[in-house]
Structures are given as structure tokens and as C-alpha cells.
């Protein structure tokens, strides 16, 4: 299995990138996926999931995610996507795409099978 993100670069504060996550070696369709970040000397946290059937969504419980950013997925391409718009300096981290076998798209890290080496995300301010 292999997850491989990209997208990630700099941007300026108010600006927007768009990340995605190609999966290859699963049925991409039958996992739920999630996009974590993690910022230097933090742990790494949830920011959002979608699910593998029904393409429910979940953000983190921060209002400084919540309506920013969109997940999305595109089964046919086994990719997933995170729009982020409006970002701040705060939002500067290494983002990491991840994959659930159960299906359902949480926010526990531990509940993902699979993850990429993440993609590097810098807001200037």
C-alpha cells in the first residue's frame, strides 16, 4: 500500500492550496480516509476524514478549520483532495494523507492502517 501526497508548498496568508493523496495496492473505495497535521515541536492532530461509501465529512473541532477547508475524494482516481483556503500561519505543517480500513473516517490516529510521508505546508504571513 502506498499513499503519496502532494500539492504542499509556500503560500501566502489569505491564499489557498489544494493537496491531494493518490492510494495504490488497496481498494481505495473500501477505506475511509483523513488528512492530520503535524507542526514543528507539535503532536500530530486530525483535521478531516471523509468516509469510504456515503463521502460523509469530518473536521476537526476547531473553528479554525471548520469552513476553510474541504476534503473530498474522487474514487474512480483513488485520490483524495484537501482544499484549503483562506490559510493562516498557523496552518504551517507537514500534512499527512491516511487510510481506514473500517471504513468510517475518524479523528484517532490510531484508527488509520495506512499513511504517507506527508507534504509540507508553509504559510507566510
Known amino acids: 500500500v502506498q499513499l503519496v501526497e502532494s500539492g504542499g508548498g509556500l503560500v501566502q496568508a489569505g491564499g489557498s492550496l489544494r493537496l491531494s493523496c493518490v492510494a495504490s495496492?488497496?481498494?481505495?473505495?473500501?477505506?475511509?480516509m483523513g488528512w492530520f497535521r503535524q507542526a514543528p515541536g507539535k503532536e500530530r492532530e486530525f483535521v478531516a476524514a471523509?468516509?469510504?461509501?456515503?463521502?460523509?465529512?469530518?473536521?476537526a473541532d476547531s473553528v479554525t478549520v471548520t469552513g476553510r477547508f474541504t476534503i473530498s475524494r474522487d474514487n474512480a482516481k483513488n485520490t483524495m483532495y484537501l482544499q484549503m483556503n483562506s490559510v493562516k500561519p498557523e496552518d504551517t505543517a507537514v500534512y499527512y494523507c491516511?487510510?481506514?480500513?473500517?471504513?468510517?473516517?475518524?479523528?484517532?490516529?490510531?484508527?488509520?492502517?495506512?499513511w504517507g510521508q506527508g507534504t509540507q505546508v508553509t504559510v507566510s504571513s
Open positions: 495496492g488497496l481498494v481505495f473505495s473500501n477505506y475511509a
Open positions: 491516511a487510510a481506514d480500513r473500517a471504513g468510517w473516517g475518524t479523528s484517532t490516529i490510531t484508527d488509520y492502517d495506512y
Open positions: 471523509i468516509s469510504w461509501r456515503s463521502g460523509l465529512t469530518t473536521y
